[in-house]
């Protein structure tokens, strides 16, 4: 897929002024940060939904799980079925769908009227994921291709270092429902972005349904890469879902400590990501079993002195450095397992790494409800290092490496992630 995104940049790029290629490169940043903040924002916010709702901190967990569940497993029928659709047009209505879907939560009177929202909410952002990057790749010169995607990646750091926190923040402010609601104009602004920076863009390079599912059966490495995915993103999500809750039972943890507390995770991801990206081209699963081993210590970490506001500091430092590694391993990972089908090995990523965000945070939620949270930062240390154990197992069976011509996957993906 490396060849086929290079020949679409080539064919498209350079079409359009410098400029306004890169407004157009930003606008689409924009929209992952919009989409990311609204996917993950719940987290932050589940103890004050529940309450407002009358619902348990579990249940309140759906609001990530049907939002995962759709972004997962609408991916390759939307995509597929919409192949002719101008991509400008595609996200301008994405973007509109998330709008209102935030707008309705803000307003809506009951749980399971934001449960549809949130549904609904979720195939826009499936979509996006599988259309995004490609577009802002296609709007500059070939040789600018990269560059591009990597402006476009900045969003997720900017989403969990600021996006994140900042609607924790809010919430103790004013309440959950005007986090939502501003989100909602967030999203109305980035649409007009998108309307007036971003040129026509006609569908190139769409694969069929039937060609994402062929790819993994005659692929090994492909299958096992999608089978680490699942585990790390169940462990994660299941864990992360529910840490405001932990951190107020554990802590006590005010609604101040909690938006701090994300913020610094947010910027550990953020230094992952950096050293991901400049070491995970030579052993991504070498780095991405040393990331899965930060992850379970820093979990393990949390159960044993994140009882103290240090301790849960240093924990969730260290939990987002490993998250921010093993992110930019598992894409460079899916790249070298298909680099000629990159397009369709991504829509199983995405997938794969939606659907198990839904059922992390199911899961998780069904054991914070009936054996406490402790109970979910364990599910997160069993499966993070199932991850880890099944990537070393795998190592003697395919090649580590990543062909020389191929670029670090956090480059050229855009997949979700927090």
């Known amino acids: 897929m ?58 309140a967990g759906l609001m990530v799980t049907l939002y995962g569940v759709s972004a997962g497993l609408g991916v390759p029928f939307i995509v597929a079925g919409t192949r002719r659709v101008n991509r400008r047009v595609m996200l301008s209505v994405l973007l509109a769908i998330l709008t209102l879907g935030n707008l309705v939560t803000a307003i809506a009177p009951n749980y399971p009227l934001v449960l549809a929202t949130r549904l609904i909410m979720g195939f826009a952002s499936g979509v996006f994921w599988a259309i995004g990057v490609s577009m802002a790749m ?37 309440g959950w429902r005007t986090t939502f609601l501003i989100w909602a104009g967030l999203g109305a602004l980035v649409l007009v972005a998108v309307l007036a920076l971003v040129p026509s863009l006609p569908s190139a390079n769409a694969v069929s349904v039937r060609e994402v599912f062929a790819l993994p059966v005659g692929n090994l490495p492909l299958r096992l890469v999608l089978c680490t995915v699942v585990l790390f993103v169940l462990g994660h999500f299941g864990a992360y879902t529910f840490v405001r809750p932990y951190l107020e039972d554990g802590t006590s943890a005010t609604p101040l400590f909690v938006t701090v507390v994300l913020m610094l995770y947010g910027a550990g991801g953020a230094a992952g990501n950096l050293l991901a990206g400049h070491v995970v081209s030579r052993n991504p699963r070498g780095w991405f079993i040393a990331g899965c081993a930060g992850l379970v210590a820093s979990l393990l970490s949390l159960l044993t002195i994140g009882h103290w506001r240090a301790g849960a500091v240093i924990s969730l430092i260290a939990w987002g450095v490993g998250f921010g590694v093993v992110q930019l391993c598992q894409l460079t990972m899916t790249q070298a397992a298909a680099p000629e089908a990159f397009e369709a090995a991504m829509s199983l990523n995405t997938m794969a790494y939606n659907t198990s965000i839904a059922l992390g945070a199911l899961f998780g939620g069904l054991l914070a409800d009936h054996l406490g949270m402790a109970s979910v930062v364990w599910f997160g240390v069993a499966l993070t290092a199932a991850a880890a154990l099944l990537t070393l197992g795998a190592r003697r069976r395919i090649s580590p490496a990543v062909p020389r011509d191929a670029p670090a996957a956090g480059e050229q993906t855009g997949s979700l992630q927090p």
């Not at 940043?29 to 348990?56: K, R």
């Open 138 to 174: 296609r709007l500059v010169p070939g040789r600018h291709a990269s560059r591009a995607a990597a402006v476009v990646m900045s969003g997720i750091s900017v989403a969990t270092v600021v996006g994140i926190p900042l609607g924790t923040a809010l919430e103790s402010l004013n």
């Open 2 to 59: 490396t060849v086929t995104l290079k020949k679409t940049a080539v064919r498209a790029g350079g079409r359009y002024p410098a400029l306004r290629s890169w407004l157009g490169v930003s606008a689409i940043t924009a929209s992952l940060f919009v989409f990311l903040t609204t996917e993950l924002m719940p987290v932050g916010l589940l103890t004050p939904v529940s309450a407002g709702l009358g619902i348990s901190v579990g249940v």
